[in-house]
Each structure stands twice: as structure tokens, then as C-alpha cells.
């Protein structure tokens, strides 16, 4: 099986966990839209009555072309269960998330639910956080002193592009990846970002996973 393969695997796994009557909180990525499409499938074959509710403009336009109704987090009054990727899982079940810019919108859908699930092709599963660049979603206006800032401290940023132009997340902000290569201090780390005037957000997810479904070769496995 290849990496698409395995993604799909985890997709459809996870729907399994997912009720009639339930809120359920939609992440993104691509592992996450092949879980959307095999959700899109048991809403109309089964006739489920559930809520989703997104974590970006992507997922959000999927899953209504699916025929899932979709409301925003501030429409509901809980979450039952989050789906959602994730770039890296250490052993702690820490995580880093934020490689499709979508990790502010991900981080309040996750705090706001019941209980929350990451699927990852096994690729993801590290024993050390920060071989991939850690996305810090920063406000456009002085983003350039903040860079120079996280550069004097060590963090290696790089402002994430395309076609030399800046990512713009949904809210319209920019994306600053920090090249770590290893976090010793995770916890440490986010403090210190979430003190940086002009940080909206950063992709460490600390303890707020409860099940990770892992998708290896001989199948998905579920763990927590
Ligand atoms: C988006 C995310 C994604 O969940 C994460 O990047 C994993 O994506 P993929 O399933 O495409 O590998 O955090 O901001």
C-alpha cells in the first residue's frame, strides 16, 4: 500500500467511531478528505443524522458538496468527537499540525470537543517532535520584526510561500515555519510563542488527543 492508500485506510476506519446524532468536528488535509468522502458515503447510504462542523473553507466546501451539514463552532453547543491529521505524533501523543495552514481554526475546533481523534499514514508516528517545520500563523502587520525576533532566538524561521508569494491562512494571516530539527521542550516552546505580540497561533497540539489510528501495512490500528 502506498501513502495515499494508507490514508484512506485510516479515513475509513474513523468513521466507524462516528454515531447518528453526533457533532462531529471535521479537520483537514488529505488524509482528512478521504475521511470526509467515506463520511459523505454513510450519511447517504445510511441516512445519518449527524452535524459537522469545520476547521477550514476546504473541508467545509467538501463535505456540503457531500451532503453533510456543516455549521460553524460557534453554532453548536458541543463537540462530540474531532477527526483530524496530523504532521507528526511522538510517543506522549504530542503533535505537531499546521502543514495545510489551517492549525488556528483546527486548534479551537479541538479544544472545543469532547474528545478528539488524529489518523495518520504511519509515516507520522516520530519519537521526537520537530523534523517538520513547526507553523506559527502570525499577523501580516510587523511580521517581518517578529521574524527577525524568532531568528536572534534560534528558531530558523522561514515565511511559508508560494510562487514567492505568503500562504494566507483563512483568516488571512501569514504562515512562519520554524526549521527545529528536534523539540526538547514542547511545552516550553509554546509558552514562549504564545508570549510573541503578533502570534494568532502555533501547531503544537499538547495533550488533547484521546485515540490515534495509525495506518500500517497489515491494517489500521487504533491506539489509546
Ligand atoms: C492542516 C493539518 C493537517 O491535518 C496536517 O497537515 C496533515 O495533513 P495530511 O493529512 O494532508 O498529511 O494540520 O493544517
Known amino acids: 500500500m502506498n501513502q495515499d492508500d494508507l490514508k484512506k485506510l485510516v479515513g475509513q476506519k474513523a468513521v466507524e467511531f462516528i454515531e447518528d446524532g453526533m ?7 488529505s488524509t482528512v478528505k478521504f475521511m470526509v468522502d467515506a463520511l459523505g458515503k454513510r450519511v447517504k447510504d445510511e441516512n445519518l443524522s449527524i452535524v459537522g462542523v469545520s476547521t477550514s473553507i476546504r473541508t467545509e466546501e467538501q463535505a456540503k458538496s457531500l451532503g453533510i451539514p456543516v455549521k460553524s463552532v460557534d453554532e453548536v453547543d458541543h463537540i462530540d468527537l474531532t477527526i483530524d491529521g496530523a504532521d507528526e505524533i511522538d510517543d506522549h501523543f504530542q503533535g505537531i499540525k499546521g502543514g495545510g495552514a489551517a492549525h488556528l481554526f483546527e486548534k479551537i475546533v479541538a479544544i472545543n470537543s469532547t474528545k478528539n481523534m488524529w489518523i495518520v499514514d504511519e509515516s507520522k508516528m516520530v519519537h521526537t517532535l520537530g523534523k517538520f517545520p513547526l507553523p506559527v500563523e502570525v499577523i501580516p502587520y ?4 517578529l521574524f527577525k525576533k524568532l531568528a536572534a532566538k534560534g528558531l530558523n524561521p522561514e515565511f511559508r510561500t508560494v510562487d514567492g508569494k505568503n500562504v494566507l491562512t483563512d483568516s488571512k494571516n501569514f504562515v512562519i515555519d520554524l526549521h527545529l530539527g528536534e523539540i526538547t521542550d514542547p511545552a516550553g516552546l509554546q509558552d514562549y510563542l504564545a508570549k510573541q505580540v503578533g502570534v494568532v497561533e502555533q501547531g503544537l497540539f499538547l495533550d488533547c488527543v484521546n485515540t490515534v489510528i495509525v495506518g500500517r501495512q497489515d491494517g489500521p490500528e487504533v491506539l489509546d
Open 23 to 29: 457533532v462531529v468536528g471535521l479537520g483537514t488535509g
Open 142 to 145: 510587523g511580521s517581518h520584526q
